[in-house]
């Protein structure tokens, strides 16, 4: 739950984030969800003074090349970390 409640709050849509805390939403990957879901619904046209962001206007495969990365870097660390832990129970 924890979890899912960073992402849901770092993920800038939202709840508009301070300058201090903007970098962490760079690693969230329910941010790169929404920069894609925003680019194909043209969220930045709807209402400008609620839904422009910079992230909405880059070409979605820069997000989805993202994703892939988070996905490639999570199957690493399970797979080392599943590793690590069968070798201890021989």
Same mark, same amino acid.
């Given at each position: 739950?924890?979890?899912?409640?960073?992402?849901?709050?770092?993920?800038?849509?939202?709840?508009?984030?301070?300058?201090?805390?903007? @970098? $962490?939403?760079?690693?969230?990957?329910? +941010?790169?969800?929404?920069? #894609?879901?925003?680019?194909?619904?043209?969220?930045? /046209?709807?209402?400008?003074?609620?839904?422009?962001?910079?992230?909405?206007?880059?070409?979605?495969?820069? @997000? $989805?090349?993202?994703?892939?990365?988070? +996905?490639?870097?999570?199957? #690493?660390?399970?797979?080392?970390?599943?590793?690590? /832990?069968?070798?201890?129970?021989?």
């Amino acid at each position: 739950m924890v979890i899912i409640i960073v992402q849901v709050v770092f993920c800038d849509c939202l709840i508009v984030l301070p300058d201090g805390a903007a @970098p $962490i939403k760079l690693i969230t990957p329910a +941010t790169w969800g929404i920069a #894609v879901f925003g680019n194909q619904t043209h969220m930045n /046209s709807w209402h400008e003074e609620y839904f422009t962001k910079e992230l909405y206007n880059l070409n979605p495969l820069i @997000p $989805i090349a993202i994703l892939v990365g988070f +996905t490639l870097l999570f199957v #690493v660390l399970t797979i080392v970390k599943l590793k690590h /832990s069968y070798k201890q129970k021989d």
